[in-house]
């Protein structure tokens, strides 16, 4: 019902910069709450970055200040730029949409960060 196309991982030295992109397709008969999260070797997924239901961003500390989460609504699409990448950014992130409360997940894309 819903579709979600991620892109823009990749390989990077630290303090580079990636940008990637979630766009939402199908059913979605309201405007929905739009993330991302990350899940490195061997831990749990773990928030990066949202957007409340109120429109604001929410950003875990570790992330603060390096990481932007913006958002076209007209397009259902949701976008993480991520400057100052350190090794410990190395994860996959995937897009989370939810819906009237139904959640969808991206199928992930792989962020490498080499020291």
């Known amino acids: 019902q819903v579709q979600l196309v991620e892109s823009g991982g990749g390989l990077v030295q630290a303090g580079g910069s990636l940008r990637l992109s979630c766009a939402a397709s199908g059913k979605i008969s309201s405007i929905p709450t739009m993330g991302w999260y990350r899940q490195a070797p061997g831990k749990q997924r773990e928030l990066a970055a949202s957007?409340?239901?109120?429109?604001?961003?929410n950003y875990a500390d570790s992330v603060q200040g390096r990481f932007t989460i913006t958002r076209d609504y007209a397009k259902n699409t949701v976008y993480l730029q991520m400057n100052g990448l350190k090794p410990e950014d190395t994860a996959v992130y995937y897009c989370?949409?939810?819906?009237?409360?139904?959640?969808?997940w991206g199928q992930g894309t792989q962020v490498t960060v080499s020291s």
């Open positions: 989370r949409v939810g819906i009237f409360g139904v959640v969808y």
């Open positions: 957007f409340t239901s109120t429109g604001n961003a």
